[in-house]
């Protein structure tokens, strides 16, 4: 059974960065059957799309979040992790890695629990 | 973008009812509609695939139609563990989007 946890702080300033990585267990990033994602949703509202990659390195993104965002993966760790720079009060939500089940453009079938990120000061 | 829009954005139903949950998409996706349900606190669990497709393990309660533009999600018989939220998402054109939700509670 795939299973995906995130981590990384859950308290990010406003104008910085916020880190995080997303473990999996169960299953390898390596496998050229999938892609891996980043998810969030905001308190309350609807889940957005961030971006996915592909073991290879290849990334998709959300157009309205591409200037910021950046997704790597490291096979050695079996993991996978998010960068989305220059952080607004906008930017707090609880965001999930997520297994594509195909390519990019594909349902999600397993995901992290997810973890809340605030941007506060 | 493709917009999708969910209605009832909140629906309330009794344990046994026949519910159904409509998403429609500003252009046509063809059949490349997932279903979601989510729970509070929780990751959203994938019901159904390719808008008719039951995702193995998911109760054949559920049963999700439609191409194009408009779809359904039916929940043949409310059991107390199917309250929750539900989503629709769109896969046929980047960015993937989601529906604004759909809130099914206890009447």
């Known amino acids: 059974q795939v299973q995906l946890q995130e981590s990384g702080p859950g308290l990010v300033k406003p104008s910085e960065t916020l880190s995080l990585t997303c473990t999996v267990s169960?299953?390898?990033?390596?496998?050229?059957?999938?892609?891996w994602s980043w998810i969030r949703q905001p308190p309350g509202k609807e889940l957005e799309w961030i971006g996915s990659i592909y073991y290879s390195g290849s990334t998709n993104y959300n157009p309205s979040l591409m200037t910021r965002v950046t997704i790597s993966v490291d096979t050695s760790k079996n993991q996978f992790s998010l960068k989305l720079s220059s952080v607004t009060a906008a930017d707090t939500a609880v965001y999930y890695c997520?297994?594509?089940?195909?390519?990019?453009?594909?349902?999600?079938?397993?995901w992290g629990q997810g973890t809340l990120v605030t941007v506060s000061s | 973008d493709i917009q999708m829009t969910q209605s009832p954005s909140t629906l309330s139903a009794s344990v046994g009812d026949r519910v159904t949950i409509t998403c429609r998409a500003s252009q046509s996706i063809s059949s490349w509609l997932a279903w979601y349900q989510q729970k509070p606190g929780k990751a959203p669990k994938i019901l159904i695939y390719?808008?008719?497709r039951l995702e193995s393990g998911v109760p054949s309660r559920f049963t999700g139609s439609g191409s194009g533009t408009e779809f359904t999600l039916t929940i043949s018989s409310l059991q107390p563990d199917d309250f929750a939220t539900y989503y629709c998402?769109?896969?046929?054109?980047?960015?993937?989007?989601f529906g604004q939700g759909t809130k099914l509670e206890i009447k």
């Open positions: 169960g299953g390898s990033v390596i496998s050229g059957s999938y892609y």
């Open positions: 390719k808008a008719s």
């Open positions: 998402q769109q896969y046929n054109s980047s960015p993937c989007s």
């Open positions: 997520a297994r594509c089940s195909g390519w990019y453009l594909s349902p999600f079938d397993y």
